[in-house]
């Protein structure tokens, strides 16, 4: 069964930093456009970064452009989400989501509902 996993959660104090890790299970990732979105307390679901399967075309929402770096290797299974300044704004779940329809990514890379594959997220929490 396909299947993304995240780790890498956590507490972190305001002003420090986390790394989110996410693989696919399988091979076939290495084609799939990859994504990260959070979700907030009573909040909806939000895109915070994406990258295309080379590892060289990445997106930022505006919420975390400067703070934030998606991160991976050419056609990688995995992805990495560096985020450095956190804010407790940035408290959430942070989902991994995988988009298969390579030719829809750059249009739609901040739709979650065009990706197909998800993991069960992964807690940052960002306090003093």
């Known amino acids: 069964q396909v299947q993304v996993v995240e780790s890498g959660g956590g507490l972190v104090q305001p002003g420090g930093s986390l790394r989110l890790s996410c693989a696919g299970s399988?091979?076939?990732?290495?084609?799939?456009?990859m994504a990260w979105f959070r979700q907030a307390p009573g909040k909806e679901r939000e895109f915070v970064a994406a990258?295309?399967?080379?590892?060289?075309?990445?997106y930022y929402s505006d919420a975390v452009k400067g703070r934030f770096r998606i991160i991976r290797n050419n056609s990688a299974t995995t992805n990495y989400l560096q985020m450095n300044g956190l804010k407790p704004e940035d408290t959430a779940v942070y989902y991994c989501?995988?988009?298969?329809?390579?030719?829809?990514?750059?249009?739609?890379?901040?739709?979650?509902?065009?990706?197909?594959?998800w993991g069960q997220g992964t807690q940052v929490t960002v306090a003093s």
């Open positions: 989501a995988a988009m298969d329809k390579i030719f829809s990514f750059y249009n739609d890379y901040a739709i979650a509902e065009r990706y197909k594959f």
């Open positions: 399988d091979r076939s990732f290495s084609n799939y456009g």
């Open positions: 990258i295309n399967l080379s590892g060289e075309v990445p």
